[in-house]
């Protein structure tokens, strides 16, 4: 059984940084793609940021620019790194690991929810202006 836990999220100043992170536990890490996603309140959630096993990145328009997305397939982690925050990031972010995944992904494919087999509970980012 495979379980993600992200940790990280706190409170931060419009303008300021925060980075998330997810870690993985099981057999399972370097033959799948990590996403992570976000709800804020009242709103669906929606994807944030993927990467595939080659370590190909892709953004939502809205983040792109701000936001890095990184893995360490050695430790099973993946990571947000999240610059020039705006008040509209506020949201509990979510980290989740797809079913077994090609070495090459599209942005398409990452950026569904029905392509992530496994979910982590959540860390909450608050952004004041």
């Known amino acids: 059984q495979v379980e993600l836990v992200e940790s990280g999220g706190g409170l931060a100043q419009a303008g300021g940084s925060l980075r998330v992170s997810c870690a993985a536990s099981?057999?399972?890490?370097?033959?799948?793609?990590m996403g992570w996603f976000r709800q804020a309140p009242g709103k669906e959630r929606e994807f944030v940021a993927g990467?595939?096993?080659?370590?190909?990145?892709f953004y939502s328009d809205s983040v792109k620019g701000r936001f890095t997305i990184a893995r360490d397939n050695a430790k099973k982690m993946v990571s947000l790194q999240m610059n020039n925050l705006k008040s509209d990031d506020t949201a509990v972010y979510y980290c989740?690991?797809?079913?077994?995944?090609?070495?090459?992904?599209?942005?398409?494919?990452?950026?569904?929810?029905?392509?992530?087999?496994?979910w982590g509970q959540g860390t909450r980012v608050t952004v004041s202006s």
């Open positions: 099981g057999r399972t890490f370097s033959d799948r793609a």
């Open positions: 990467i595939d096993r080659s370590g190909g990145t």
């Open positions: 989740a690991k797809t079913r077994r995944v090609a070495f090459f992904a599209t942005y398409d494919y990452l950026a569904s929810q029905k392509s992530y087999e496994t």
